[in-house]
């Protein structure tokens, strides 16, 4: 099955300054990768996506990039605000119409 | 996108009862998925809820532990059988949903927080 490994566990980042958080799918037939933000004591809340046709794409100071040949993609925030600081979850969605989450990068942004 | 709710939203439970979580939908969604998510833990898929036929359990989970119901199209069920406190997590309803794009997209539902003593 799918596997998908996130990286880094925790990031800590200076407000104004850029965040990346890295994950990787092992899946070659994953064609869709959500991610989502998941504030303390919420569920979590769709950001962004990529699907398997583009390589880029952005939202504001949101953005993701997928390679799809390295089977990897990441999440890029610029100028981060203390409320971005949440839990950070990536996923990979394969033909079995199944998400697999990463495990997670928490983010704090300090002001 | 669609909306999702579900009841409780916690609940506090001896070890040894059941609890049943209801997941409602305020539109047909076709995909309807229950995830657990521990304490601090990422979020792993316990089923696939189908509508009309027997849920699909993801490894390490069983029926008997998680019987699930689907009875139409916007509505399931979760119930967490014989509990423990190990089963203390938060539970989440999560759908396949159509977005204005015409993509579909997964959303999930507020979660049922549950603590098992």
């Known amino acids: 099955g799918e596997n998908v490994e996130q990286h880094p566990s925790t990031l800590s980042v200076q407000e104004g300054d850029s965040a990346v958080i890295k994950c990787t799918y092992s899946d070659s037939a994953s064609n869709y990768f959500p991610w989502y933000k998941q504030e303390l004591g919420k569920r979590p809340q769709l950001i962004i996506d990529?699907?398997?046709?583009?390589g880029e794409k952005k939202d504001q100071r949101i953005a993701v990039t997928l390679n799809k040949t390295a089977k990897h993609f990441s999440l890029h925030i610029t100028e981060t605000q203390p409320e971005d600081s949440a839990v950070y979850f990536c996923?990979?969605?394969?033909?079995?119409?199944?998400?697999?989450f990463g495990g997670g990068t928490r983010l704090m942004v300090k002001p | 996108s669609a909306v999702i709710s579900q009841k409780p939203s916690r609940d506090i439970c001896q070890r040894g009862t059941s609890l049943t979580i209801q997941c409602q939908v305020d539109s047909q969604v076709t995909m309807m998925f229950w995830y657990r998510q521990q304490p601090g833990q990422s979020l792993t898929l316990i089923a696939t809820a189908n509508q009309g036929s027997e849920a699909t359990y993801e490894s390490g989970f069983v029926i008997d532990k998680f019987p699930i119901s689907r009875p139409n199209l916007t509505f399931s069920t979760l119930t967490v059988s014989n509990m423990s406190p190990e089963d203390s997590s938060i539970y989440l309803c999560s759908v396949w949903a159509s977005v204005l794009s015409g993509a579909d997209t997964q959303y999930f539902g507020p979660g049922t927080r549950l603590t098992v003593l």
């Open positions: 996923a990979a969605h394969n033909a079995g119409n199944m998400l697999t």
């Open positions: 990529i699907r398997s046709n583009v």
